[in-house]
């Protein structure tokens, strides 16, 4: 079982239409959980971080975690062009210094 | 993800011979990571680094590769005797150490390709 799974395949969404991603862990230890936004031949960059059970809103960005399912999701309201990236999920524990990643969902926002 | 800085951007060798990525971290920061991005997989740790000392190596492969980070100058990943499965990009983050928490600013990246 892989320490951090993200299965779904490229997501098309229309501008303006809501992107949702999911993303679940199999450390049961994990404290802290980030979603990083990757445009193509770029570095990663954190968009948002989630740390206790429920939602967190940062602008158009909302993160949703439930530890007792293993489960985070990122979702992206009004989705635009510049949205269109690759997000990875990635999984802390704590006293852990190593981020675990997923292979990443490319989110293509169709104008 | 600005002020990590690694060169170079771009390296191109062929097999057998010595790959250095250096990465210097955002300023205030004292801890390096390096992870590695082989292509339509996601990144992969391979090492954690504080000055003068590696923390946790559990991601480096056992054979070729090493990583220094001394108390003057950059972080350094070296890579042996490079081959064909070596090519990936090689990305370094940096943190401040205090009250880590996860949070992470990447470089721009080392895309390394081996004919």
């Given at each position: 079982q892989k320490e951090v799974e993200q299965n779904s395949g490229p997501l098309s969404v229309p501008e303006g239409a809501i992107a949702s991603l999911n993303c679940t862990y199999s450390d049961r230890g994990s404290q802290s959980f980030f979603w990083y936004r990757q445009y193509s031949g770029k570095s990663p960059e954190l968009i948002m971080s989630i740390y206790s059970n429920g939602d967190k809103e940062d602008g158009r960005f909302t993160a949703q975690l439930n530890k007792a399912s293993q489960y985070v999701s990122l979702l992206i309201r009004?989705?635009?062009?510049?949205?269109?990236a690759t997000y990875l999920c990635a999984v802390n524990r704590e006293g852990n210094n190593r981020l675990a990643f997923g292979k990443g969902n490319q989110v293509v926002v169709i104008p | 993800n600005a002020g990590v800085m690694q060169n170079p951007r771009h390296l191109v060798r062929r097999r057998g011979q010595e790959a250095r990525l250096r990465c210097s971290p955002m300023k205030g920061h004292s801890h390096v990571y390096w992870y590695r991005q082989l292509p339509e997989e996601g990144l992969k740790f391979m090492v954690y680094l504080q000055k003068e000392n590696i923390i946790d190596e559990s991601g480096m492969p056992k054979e070729r590769f090493s990583a220094e980070f001394p108390k003057e100058g950059p972080s350094i990943l070296r890579i042996q005797?490079?081959?064909?499965?070596?090519?990936a990009a090689y990305f370094c983050a940096s943190s401040s150490?205090?009250?880590?928490?996860?949070?992470l600013f990447f470089g721009e990246g080392s895309r390394l390709t081996v004919l």
């Open positions: 009004d989705s635009q062009p510049s949205d269109s | 005797q490079v081959v064909r499965g070596d090519s150490g205090t009250g880590y928490t996860g949070e």
